[in-house]
Structure formats: C-alpha cells, structure tokens
C-alpha cells in the first residue's frame, strides 16, 4: 500500500499522489448506462462524437457541463449534466430557522437577488397569515422592479457577447451598476442584499436612494433604446437570432415553462397577473407577449419588459404611502403548522415555493421552484439539428441561471 | 392527473411544481397546478407511500418538463417515478449511494467514498449509540 | 574563482548587470584602439566592405529580410494596443492606462508575459507538429511583408509575380492552423482547426478574383509598379495632374475593393468572422492547448496578417505611398514655389552655429517660462522638461526636413498612414459586429461574394477591350 502510486490511500492523505496513466478524457461516464435514455444517448452511431461544453466554459452562465453528440458541426443530441453549483440550500433550509433561510436563499438568483429572498419571506407570511404594512409592500415592489430591470439589461448584454458582440455587454453593465449602486445605498449591499424580512423590509428608504433612483429615472428609458440600435437592427445579430429555438405553445405549456420564455410564444402568463401577491393588483401595467417563439422573440420581450418595469416603478413612487416597514414579529418566531404555495414574478419565470412548517422554528420542508431548472429542459428539445454555434444562443436566450438550476 | 388535464372546465394545463415530501413517516409526491379557470393554484398530493420502497407512476407523458422534477425527487428522496425514461441522479455525483433530502440522512455513513478509504475526522462515523429514534428523525405533525 | 565569489554575490542585482558590461566595453575599447592602431581592423573593414559590394544582392536581401523580421514584432505591438484601446473606448470603459502614459507600454509587457509562462506540450500532442504549427503560422504572414512597397524604393523583393506571391503565403496560414488544430489533442482544437481552414480556403478564391480586376488594369502582378501606376493622371490639366488620388484603383473598381476587404476580413480570422477563436463557443478554437511563447506566435501572426491585407488593400487600390494631393504641383499652379531643401554640408559657420549654440540656448529659452510660471517646479526640474520639449521640437523639425527632401519618408508616412487607417477599421469592427454562424459565413463566400467577384472581373475585362477598341 504504501508503495503504489496508482492508488489513492486517503483524500486527507499529505503525501498521497494521484498519478494515474495519461488516458485519453472522455464524455463517456465510467459505468454502463443506467437507464434506456442514458443508453440511447451514450451509444455513438457512425461519424458522431461526444464533446463536452464543459463547466469551465466563458459562455454557459455558471457552472453547466452540456455533453453534446456532434455529428460534424451539427448537433444531435445533448446531455444536460447538472450539480456543479449544488449547495444543499433546500436541506440547509431545514436546519436553520426562518430569518437564517432568507440569507440562506439569497445566492440562489443571485443576479436578482431580491426574487429569492422573498421566496422564505412570503411563505412565512403566508403560513403566520401576516399582514405587511403597505409601506412595505411598495418598497418591495419597488425592489422588485428595479431588479427585474437590472437583471434583463444583462440578459441582453450576453446573449450579444455569447454572439461575439463585445459591446452591448457593458451597454448593460452600464444600467446594471447604476441600479446596483442604488440599492447599495439602499440595502448595504450590491448584490446579495438581504433586505427582506419577514413582515416587511429591513429599512425605509433614504435620501441617497431616491436621488440616485431619480437620477437614473430620467435617463433609463433613453439610455434603454439608445444601447439597443446597436444590436436590434444589426443584420448579422438578426440573421443569427431569428427562427432560432422557436417554441410553440403546446410545447411551452409541456415542458413547464415560464416567463419570458412562455411569454414570447403567446401564452400572457405572468404570475403577477395570474395570481397576484403584494401590491400588483393595484399597479396598472401590460404584460408583453410576443407570438413567435423564437430567440429573436424572447429578446425583445425582454425589452418589451423593461419598459413595463420602469412604468411600474414610476406608478409606485407616485403611490407611496407612509408608514411603518415593518411588522411586529416575535423575535423567535415559531409558525403554526401548516403548508403554503407561494410564488412570485422573477425575471426568469415562476419562482416558488412549498413550504411546510412543523410548528417549531425551522422549516420542515422547504421545497424551491427554480424557474431556470425547468427552463433549461427545453435545451434538450431546441438544440438538436442546430449548430454548436447555436447551442449558446439558444441557452443565452432561455435565460438560465446556474445558481437556481442547482440550489 | 390526466383527467385535470385534459377535461374542459378545469384545463389544469400548467404544471406550476413537482417535488417530493418526506414526513418522517412517510413519503409524499406533491403537483401544484394552475388552470386559467381556477384562481388558486390546485395542490395534489400523492400521500402515503412508504419509505423503503416509494413509487409512483410518473406524469411526463402529460409534462415533459416534468422530467427533471422528478429527476431531482429521486436523487432527493429515491422516490421511482414509473414511466420515466430517464431516471437518474442529477445533483449528486451517478454513483452517490443515499439520498440527501430524507429526514434519516446523516452524511457520513452511507454516502458513497471515492477510492480511498478515510473518514474525515470531524465528521461522525454513526449516530450515539443511545440515542433514541425520535431524536434523529424529524416528524411533520401534519398528518 | 571561489574568491571572487564572496564579491559577487554582495553586489545587487543591478551591479550584477552593469559590473559585467563595464568590464565588456572595457575590454572591447582596448581591443578596438589596438586594432586600429597596429591597422588590422581598418584592413578587415575594407575587406568586408569590397564582399559585400561584390554580392550586392544578398546583402540587399539579408538585409531586407532583417528588417522585415524585426519590423513585425513592433507593429504587432502597435496594433494590439490599438485594438484593446479602441475596443475599450467603443465600450465606453478605459482599456490599458496603467503600463505607461496612456498604457502605451502594454503591449511591451504582454509580450514579455507571453515569454515569462509556463511551455508544455499535451499528453498525447503530436510533438513535431504541435511544435512546427506556430512557427508555419508566424512565417506565411511575415514573408508576405516581403512583396509590399512602403516607399519609393523601399520593397523587400521587387518580383514581377508579387502578388502572386501574396497570396500563396497566405495559403499558407492553412496549413499551420490545420497542424495546430490536428496536432493538439483535442477535440475543440480539431473543430477549430478545421473551421479555420474551411474558411480561410472559401474565402481565398474571391479574395484573388477580386484582385484579378486590377491586375487586369494594371497590367502586371508586381506590387511596386501597381503602385506607380497609380502615383496620378498621366494627362490632362495640372490641377487635376494634382489630385492624384483621383487615379487611384479604388474609384475604377469599387466593387472590387469592397469584396476584397470583406474577404480579407475573413481572411485575416477577424470579427465579424471570427469564429476560429470564437471564445464563447469552443474556447480558443486551434489555440486551445497552446501557451506561452506558442500561443505569442499565433497571436503576432493574427495582427502581422491584419496589417499585411491592410497594406495590401492600400497598395492595390488606394495608392500605396502616393500622397493624395500633390502639394508640389498644386502650389505651383497658384504661383507659390516651395523649394525645401537644405543642403547641410554648404550651411558652412551656420552649421557651427546651429549644433554648438542654438540648443543650449532654446533649452533656456523653453526652461525659463516653465520655471517661473510653475512656482512648485524647481529648476532642475524644468531645464529636465525644457530638455525634453526642446527634443520633441527639434525631432519634428528635422522629421519636416526628411519628409520633404527625401521622397522615401513621405511615401512611408502615407503608406503607414492609410495601412493604420484600415487597420483601425478592423478594430472597429471587431468592437461593434457579432459573429456569423458557420454555416452563413460560407454561404456568404460561396454565393455572393464569388459570383460577385466573376461579375467584377467580366465588367472589368469587357470594359478594357472596349476601351481598346474605341482608342
């Protein structure tokens, strides 16, 4: 044992020495295919190959590995390997108690951060049946909006960069701190910000906030169309994008989609119309839907959405009330038993959350709805008979976020 | 399930969530849907399958994108969705030999190892050997 | 020499290097002044100098090749910098600011980043191959310098089948990016590899034919003459004589030139084809596995090859060193008579004066108003920027004098002028454009820009016979 360098003795071994032959690294896993998908998958017909998009890849939105059977440059199938980000949150959740959960949850999107704090903040309130003061809701809304906003000028940066537009990627970056920064100096945070609680928010809002927000207010819109001239009418973006993983509804509907992806093939499912929470049935807004399904589509629904957002974030500074932030909470807050739905809007689709309480203080069960996890099956169905070079565009497209497809 | 699906005055065409449930006695498969009829979301559970050896049959004959929800309940729970074609692990590693999400799970004990044979030493090999059941697995008082 | 160990080693570093060199120059002066005086070395000089005079030719072209070596990597230098701070500027955001004033010197210290990491070779990589494909790569773009006419007499090679010669060195650039691809042992390389040599080759035929239109106006393949024929009209009034731009290849044919830049674009791996190192799809493409020094050739060969078709495009149908307007004769026409050139041996005592006098004085001269206007400077410090300013000066004056008695400089600041011209093109198109798909990019050579380039060269061809018969 002592001599031979092929064997791993112990991974807290100092002198251990991983030394295996030089073998040739492929997509193919080690073991024999555990079900009939996996084996149809992994059997190679003549001329195919197994490559990997592996999880260090510049473009895959966080840590994916893809294995995609290539038949030459067109691709005719692909395994989606995921658990590369996977952190347990849902277990984790279990063992701490409700306020830990939301800090918890946090790097879930952690682009939109807000969207998944909110996801331990309304199950509680649902479950406690509390009532937030309105104050509260406002802000949150506010949150909300401004995230929603700050996450899909991104999205459009990278479905460009994932293109090889270099530009339009720090045209979003460019809105993104601008908001960042206001809700820096609204939460103490520039990305994970932790300002939700149970029963409200952790803070009102202060002078330097609403100054940079109307600041940014009355450039955005412009801001907003002038950085899109470089990419909507760019020919070579166009003929790229156009009829590109186009979806119809039935299919949408199938593959439990939700959110822009949903949207832009014509079905006006949003959950802040289907199943208002918070202050939304108050806020006039218009929910875009595109019909052609396609990436072009669901690009410009992200735009089409940016304009609703910051119409909503205008009807809420008109419409804000005064008064307290946050409810009065026990300080160790134990939640009748019960079981609770809650779902919200996030830029991705339908966030939610089943959550169920024993009546002590942590969560019994606190079950996540990623938006990006189910969106991401479609991948299965859209990539194949595209080129590899399309195999971005069309994940770039679906929005995915690597953090909520793993918890 | 097919029949919310399909008949005309409910339509409950969107999945809105699959995951499972384990109560500490048993386990649970738990659907929301959303039909644009109905103005909450409809839960249906799919209650009291036992522990050792849960199975229900699976709905991506109606749902595709359910796959992967129950995909994750299984490698979450080992509860086996009948009928789906692709039934394997997709957060642990392939060769991972428990399931994280029950109430019985302790990490170090059953959990697969890779080839070397150590423990690490902060974590416990097995549980005291006088505690008492109760102790370890955290019941729901739901049901 | 243990005892000069104890010595060495309590110098610094700095007086490591400067110990060395002093005892080297001063053993080089006492062997120059030995020579000289016992006659040796004035007898071997002029030996030396009758051989190379004899073999004029090789001389020339050892000497053309040299320069043309060491000309590359500086350019190379020049245009990355180029590109990261005009891409970054097109971004809104700074580019390199920190390596020197304006970051200047960045591309220095890239280079010397590319020599200072690690060199390996892949498991598995074929050795010969993985290690020749850089190298192949590197040449086909440097030995294409060699054909280009910079200036009035100053071209590599001078062959009357140039560009014929052009553009089998950019055949070239096939072969190494299909050894580079083939050779590392990877399945991304081996996709790049061969999208990089799929479209190079679509896009060499309509490059060629769109340059077969001027071959035809011209008359001949060699580079130098087809930038004498476009040094201005030949006939007609003075004025006009002027213009020369007007007679440059680009307004007879425009379709030409604007398939031939396309192509180039192509040719050259640049946005918006530049899916051979599309970094969002298969990382590095054919240079996934090269680091290093290997990876510094395929990255100069990039920019050297960006340069090379800038310049070609330049010397084909913009003129290559013919200044747009000759000043000489426009001024003339208006009565003016510009004759500037100064002789330096007649300036005689002038002379005297001007090297002995005149510098200390406009030193002082530009140190004073610094020094007493900067109350915080003191004056060590202004005579240092004084000195410098009086250097900037003095450096473009004799720059003005070069540029106009001598022709050479001219028609190489023109050259180098309109080359960076385009160069800043493909910049900018990199910082603006996205990628085309595979399959579009060869749809676009083979569909429209080859049936286009046979187009232009039938147009161009009836068009001279009919020209022919009505003269």
Redesign the interface.
Known sequence: MAADPT???????PT?IVDTPATIYDAV?P?PP?????AEFYTLRDGEMLINLGPQHPSTHGVLRVVLKIDGERVVDLDPV??YL?R?V??ICENCDWHMAISNCDPLEYIASMFSEALPVLAAEKLLELKVPRRAEYIRVLAWELNRISSHALFMGWLALDLGGLTPILYGFIERDEIVEMLASLTGQRLLFNYLRIGGVNGDLNHDFLSRLGDWMSRAAHRIEDSQTLINENEIFVKRVRGLGTIDRATA??????GPPLRATGIP?DVRR??PYSVYPELEFGIPTRTEGDSYARYLLHLDEIRQSIHIIDQVLHQMPDGPVMAKLPRLLRIP???A?A?LESPRG?Y?V?A?S??SDQP??F?I?DPS??N???VG?LMPGNLIADTMAIMASLDPIMGGV?? | MRTLHDDPDLRF?????I?G???GRKMQV?Y?L?SATS???L?VIADDLPRDDPRVPSVTF????????ER?AYD?FGIIFEGN???????????YKSF??RKD?LLPDDAAR?????V??MEQTAPPADAPDEVLL?????D | MSVLARPWSRLTLAGKIVLPLLLLLLLLTIVLVAGVATGIIPFLLGWLIQLAVDNIGIVRFIVAATAVLLFTVPTAFVIIYMEMKFIALMNLRLGPNRVGPWGLLQSAIHGFKVLAKEDYTPTGADVAVFTLAPIVTYLSSVLAFLVLPFAPGLIGMDMNIGLLYFFAMGGLTVLGLLMAGWSSFNKYSLLGGLRAAAQIISYEIPLTLAVVGVIILAGTMSLNQIVLNQSGLTSGPPILRSLTFLDWYVWQQPLAFLIFFIAATAEGNRAPFDLTEADSEIVAGFATEYSGMRFGFFFFAEYVNVFILSALTVVLFLGGWTAPIDLGLLLSQFGIGVDPTIDPSRLGHLLLFGVLIVPPLAILLLTLPIWMLRSDWSFLKSLVVGFILFNVLAGALVGLWLTLSFEVVLGLIWFLAKTYFFVFVFVWMRGTLPRVRVDQLMGFAWKWLLPAALLNLFVTAAAVVVVEQLR
């Open positions: 064997r791993v003795r112990s991974l807290d071994d251990v896993p073991y555990q079900t009939e998908r996996e995921l658990g996977h347990g849902e277990k509907l199938r593959m439990c989609l939700t499912y289907a199943h038993p019960g079981r739905f779902a339908q939610a089943y169920m024993d009546g019994f069960r079950r709805h996890y189910f991401l099956q479609t169905l793993d918890k | 065409t969107l999945l809105a969530d995951c449930v384990d109560t738990v929301h959303w103005p909450d979301w839960r109606l749902w595709k994108g359910a796959e992967w929800g994750e979450m074609r692709d039934l394997r692990r997709i957060y642990m590693p392939p060769d994280p999400l799970f890779s080839p070397g044979m150590g690490r030493h955290r019941r729901s008082q739901l």
